[in-house]
């Protein structure tokens, strides 16, 4: 594990691109030699709100997908293990995206061989609606005009078509019901440090991009890029490793106190019984993969459809099944239909577990969840 | 009132139900509230079968295995072991006490500690009352 600083040498792409440019030229750099066949990142399409998966096949198209997108709750993990299990492909991931897709690694659904990993730092998405709504209720600005935003010291900035920027600080937001999305706050993996390099502004000077570089495979990555002259690199200060780490640090600590104050009241949950059994959270669950077989479409588990489903046999079943290795992305909270909290317990069982076993879902280096080892150990 | 309890049990074929087999023809006394469904390991039972014998009216689910480092299949009782834990902090969160839950190991020749869990077992629920899931 070694950093370093870099930034893009493409006018173009140094503009565009948050702080140095360095990721999409590093994605030029694996396009244009033919290392991987697309790059997986998000474009915006209507407006920023809208960050869009896309495989980018073409490198001139590769400018259009540089810059910050927070208002983008994507996930990247399943549209791999779906759509380009076959292909080489290099994708951006957040935290949470890079959790998914070492999960799916262990259940042998990707191939790490085929993948490219580029990690970006986050400090949490924010739902495009909300977002939206608080840029009209607390900046008042019309959300329309906003061109780009972003997340730095705390504040969420925004910023207009003439220049102009405004912050208000997260905090604040998120004591009035705004902010970031709900798992986000209790997000306390910061830094995808599974991924091939992680890259992120804090602590970086302005204009740099600071890289964290975390295997073989991404400081090849680095070198490969910089031999070709697509970034140049240099070795951060010591203040800026320290700076890093600080921000860090912060979060995780803020994203702790998050998850004591709001993991109590999942034990008092009644929302479960508005559940309407619609399978949206566990479609859309990245670690879910095995739908043509899942348990809940057994007939034994197929229960009259004009009642809703039992709370415990149909969150149950999916907790037993996979709340181990629960990675907090916050996907079923989006989809629920019923705006249940459904990630909440979830990531309250993930941490129990954690507290039994010390195994975190798509961080730890172990090869399989402990529930799944031959090991002959109890818990 | 203490009649109407409902347990289900879920036996190892090697061990626990020997051990029922035993009380049984030992004639030991034990109360008469649970079902024994033998199934050939515990390391056979998912979390799932917990979960819908609770959903279908059971007041409580006792899950006997052979003793650690005894199992027929090796390692069976292991993998239960620690699927059993994830059963306990499951049912707690849908409202359900966790003492509603028992596993334990007992040996073919144990008919004395099945009678004596079984007592046990039934008392807790019994102080406990019939399980109301909303």
Redesign the interface.
């Known amino acids: 594990m070694s950093y370093v600083l870099a930034k893009s040498k493409d006018d173009a792409i140094l503009k565009a691109g948050e702080c140095g440019g360095a990721v999409t030229s590093i994605f030029k750099y694996l396009l244009d030699n033919g290392i991987v066949d697309g790059v997986l990142a998000l474009r915006p399409e209507d407006d920023i709100y809208d960050g869009v998966p896309t495989l980018i096949t073409n490198s001139e198209d590769l400018i259009s997908t540089a810059g910050s997108y927070h208002c983008a709750p994507t996930m990247i993990g399943n549209i791999i293990q779906k759509y380009f299990s076959d292909k080489k492909v290099a994708v951006s991931v957040k935290p949470c995206d890079i959790r998914s897709i070492d999960e799916l690694i262990k259940r042998h659904k990707i191939d790490p061989e085929k993948i490219y990993t580029v990690g970006l730092n986050c400090g949490g998405t924010v739902s495009p609606i909300v977002g939206r709504k608080m840029i009209d209720l607390f900046y008042d600005i019309n959300p329309d005009d906003v061109v780009s935003e972003e997340i730095d010291k705390g504040q969420f900035i925004v910023e207009l078509a003439d220049g102009s920027e405004k912050g208000v600080k997260i905090h604040d937001l998120e004591k009035e019901g705004y902010g970031r999305r709900n798992n986000c706050q209790r997000c306390d993996v910061k830094i995808p440090r599974k991924a091939n390099i992680a890259c992120g502004n804090w602590g970086a000077e302005d204009g740099w991009t600071f890289i964290e570089i975390n295997d073989d495979k991404g400081q090849e990555l680095i070198d490969g890029a910089k031999k070709e002259g697509f970034i140049e690199t240099k070795n951060p200060s010591e203040q800026s490793i320290e700076a890093r780490s600080k921000v860090e640090n912060i979060m995780i600590k803020m994203a702790k106190k998050v998850q004591n104050a709001k993991f109590g009241d999942a034990e008092a949950m009644d929302a479960w019984n508005r559940c309407i059994g619609c399978y949206a959270c566990r479609d859309v669950c990245p670690i879910c993969w095995c739908h043509e077989n899942c348990e809940l479409n057994k007939s034994y588990f197929k229960d009259d459809i004009s009642t809703p489903p039992s709370p415990i046999a149909f969150q149950g079943v999916r907790l037993s099944h996979m709340s181990f290795s629960c990675i907090d992305c916050g996907q079923c909270d989006d989809v629920c239909p019923m705006d249940i909290p459904v990630s909440l317990i979830f990531d309250k069982l993930q941490k129990k577990y954690y507290d039994r076993t010390g195994y975190v879902a798509g961080v730890s280096d172990d090869i399989k969840p402990p529930l799944y080892s031959p090991d002959k150990v109890e818990l | 009132m203490s009649d109407e309890i409902k347990i289900v049990g879920l036996l190892c074929n090697w061990c626990c139900y020997g051990g029922a087999d035993t009380a049984g023809t030992a004639r030991m006394q034990y109360p008469p509230n649970v079902r024994i469904i033998r199934v050939m390991c515990s390391g056979r039972i998912?979390?799932?079968m917990i979960?819908?014998a609770?959903?279908e009216g059971a007041d409580g689910v006792f899950v006997g295995g052979c003793h650690?480092g005894d199992c027929h299949y090796d390692?069976g009782n292991?993998k239960w072991?620690?699927?059993a834990?994830?059963?306990q902090?499951?049912?707690?969160?849908?409202g359900?006490e966790k003492e509603r839950f028992r596993y334990e190991w007992i040996s073919a020749s144990e008919g004395e500690k099945f009678q004596r869990t079984m007592e046990e077992f039934h008392k807790t629920l019994s102080k406990l009352g019939p399980l109301e899931?909303?």
Not at chain 2, 89 to 94: A, H, L, M, R, S
């Open positions: 998912n979390p799932s979960f819908k609770f959903e650690i390692a292991y072991s620690r699927r834990k994830i059963v902090d499951i049912i707690e969160e849908f359900i899931l909303d």
